[in-house]
């Protein structure tokens, strides 16, 4: 399975359930060729990933990409952090609103933009409490009945 562009290469299934979604980002993600070869064939994980910073950039750390093949000369590292690209005034937005107001930068998806270049697209987030992930599934259970009632009644 090749990812083409336009396509989500890796994605974060938990993390609109874990957390408050508060705004989104795209930033560009510095990678090595047989990471990118890696996520092109679909493979990568970011359940576990989250962005922070790091000598005065910001960095995605945690962020899982297997190596390419098992006989590549110079494989990389699989858990490395690796540097986000973003403009100076966004990314010291964001550093305050990790530092000040306690917020996290959490990973949703990396994709392959229209000229197939590798993007991350973050969401700065809330962490939700016990109760606000129950309220979560109440309502969206509710959505679907009442989706399915109307489907029913015409």
């Known amino acids: 399975m090749t990812v ?18 508060v705004s989104e980002i795209e930033a560009g993600i510095m990678l090595v060729g047989t990471e990118v070869k890696s ?7 970011i359940n576990e990933a989250y962005a922070g910073p790091m000598k005065g ?4 750390f945690n962020a899982y990409i297997p190596e390419y093949q098992s006989h590549m000369p110079f ?3 699989t858990r490395r952090p690796r540097k ?14 990790i530092t000040k107001d306690g917020m996290t930068m959490v990973p949703l998806d990396i994709h392959f933009a229209q000229r197939g270049i590798a993007k991350v697209l973050l ?31 015409g």
């Open 39 to 45: 996520l092109r064939a679909g493979k990568g994980n």
């Open 123 to 153: 969401g700065l987030a809330k962490g939700k409490k016990l109760h606000d992930k129950r309220e979560a599934i109440k309502e969206r259970d509710w959505n679907r009945d009442k989706a399915r009632l109307m489907r029913d009644k």
């Open 57 to 60: 950039e910001l960095y995605l």
């Open 4 to 21: 083409l562009p336009g396509h989500i290469a890796a994605q974060n299934r938990r993390a609109r359930h874990d957390y408050f979604i």
């Open 75 to 77: 494989p990389h590292e």
């Open 84 to 97: 986000l690209l973003l403009h100076k005034r966004e990314m010291a937005r964001l550093m305050m609103a």
